[in-house]
């Protein structure tokens, strides 16, 4: 695989695992800080992944 593709499923699963965490089926709430903070990475990683796209 390469090294752009890999990056891209990194930040898929990062993105994967992060909705996980706000989802209701996350056994653990966060609260209001965590998850503002975790939606806030989880749009940095969007933009990450659609600029490794971009320059494909």
């Given at each position: 695989m390469s090294?752009?593709?890999q990056?891209?499923?990194?930040e898929l699963d990062a993105i994967g695992h992060g909705l996980f965490m706000l989802s209701p089926d996350?056994?653990?709430a966060l609260?209001?800080?965590e998850a503002d903070d975790l939606i806030a990475e989880l749009?940095?990683?969007v933009?990450?992944?659609s600029k490794?796209?971009?320059?494909?």
């Open positions: 090294d752009a593709k990056q891209i499923k990194e996350c056994i653990r609260s209001t800080h749009r940095a990683r933009e990450k992944a490794l796209l971009d320059s494909q």
